[in-house]
């Protein structure tokens, strides 16, 4: 039995832009994947200037997408939207996301439900008293908290901060974009993320160190925000930004991929990027630092390499045999396919907001 049709307002970062954040590429797959199960999706994003300079999906071709330029614009031009939706979600990061937050308590009748895909960030800002995007007053007042991470931290949303309903609602891969194809293989390492202090230490232990140690070795690293005075090895290729279209290219030129996480991710555990499930969709085989759950999401050393130094990372780099390599890379694509797409998602989605609807009726 297909699920009823919902109306869905969603408040969130960036659909139209993918620069310098994970957001729009999460959001396209899953408003995709809703209006294709019959859903309508109004997607409501703040027009600022460094979005609206890089917008790599300017028109979304699914649901309908409005641009506000100011939170008094919002609304002005979507209170009614608000009032008669199923559900509205807010994002997390969302500019002056408190007082969005407020209003949307305040006018919306059916589930409201904060999805936040930076989750251990919120919850290290919020027990610093930074209420950047999210109050801790507000959580009890969202009828649903979408997680990007799973394991202890949603009873932790539950019981510290009077969640009604923690779920969790991980990142996934759009397997039209993301798939094996026939390339030159240019790298034996690469990564791709954006450049964050917390993270910095770990891509230098486990690929600049490794390319240090392996000067025949090639190694590529892409992402925005890089400071100008790093010395990257001779071995090591920097791109500074690649858009979503040239993701999947770039995967499949690498014998191996990194995965690298936040520091606030890896204390809380449970927390997958959306990079390695667009790196194993292209049966890339997965070269990941060490955190909680991540046995969860892919099997070490059947699905996935983990490493905490740059001699794992050479040992699978120079000891894994091309057969072995490849089976890893396969055998990590057959179980994304079959729980991490975005129509995976989007299911999941449904089930809660039904779930949530039938407490908000009760």
């Known amino acids: 039995m297909s699920a009823p049709r919902l109306r869905i307002v969603i408040v969130g970062l960036s659909i139209t832009s993918s620069w310098g954040n994970g957001h729009a590429t999460t959001y396209r797959g899953l408003v995709r994947e809703l ?56 994002g997390s990061y969302v500019p002056e996301g408190v007082a969005v937050g407020d209003w949307v308590q305040t006018q919306a009748r ?17 027990a610093r008293g930074d209420y950047e995007y999210l109050a801790p ?16 931290t949603l009873h932790r949303i539950e019981r510290d901060y009077g969640s009604p309903m923690a779920r969790v609602l991980y990142c996934s ?16 390492l690469g990564y791709m993320g954006t450049y964050s202090d917390d993270r910095q230490p770990t891509l230098n232990a486990l690929l600049v160190e490794a390319a240090r140690a392996w000067s025949a070795g090639r190694f590529c690293v892409a992402g925005p925000q890089y400071p100008g005075d790093i010395a990257w090895p001779p071995n090591v290729e920097y791109t500074a930004h690649l858009p979503p279209a040239e993701h999947r290219a770039f995967y499949n030129r690498q ?9 606030d991710m890896i204390a809380a555990g449970w ?88 407490r908000v009726a009760a």
């Open 35 to 90: 209006v294709r199960n019959g859903h309508e999706v109004l997607f409501l994003e703040r027009d600022v200037p460094w979005y609206a300079k890089n917008r790599d999906l300017p028109e979304p071709p699914f649901g309908t997408t409005a641009l506000y330029g100011s939170l008094e614009e919002l609304k002005d031009r979507h209170t009614d939207a608000v009032r008669e939706a199923d559900v509205v979600i807010v």
């Open 110 to 126: 059916g589930v409201k439900a904060f999805y936040d895909i930076d989750t251990p960030v919120t919850l290290a800002k919020i």
């Open 137 to 152: 007053s507000q959580i009890a007042g969202y009828d649903l908290y979408l997680s990007f991470t799973g394991g202890p």
């Open 173 to 188: 891969f759009d397997p039209e974009l993301y798939y094996p194809e026939t390339q030159p293989l240019a790298w034996d």
């Open 255 to 263: 014998r191996y991929t990194l995965n690298v996480t936040r520091a």
């Open 271 to 358: 927390s997958p990027s959306v990079r390695l499930f667009e790196a194993a969709a292209c049966a890339t085989p997965i070269i990941s630092d060490r955190w909680s759950g991540i046995e969860s999401v892919f099997a070490p050393d059947r699905e996935i390499f983990l490493a905490s130094e740059a001699a794992h990372v050479l040992h699978v780099l120079r000891e894994v045999g091309e057969d072995e390599r490849r089976a890893i890379g396969e055998r990590a694509r057959t179980r994304v396919l079959a729980e991490h797409t975005a129509a995976h998602r989007a299911e999941q989605l449904e089930s809660y907001a039904l779930e949530a609807l039938a």
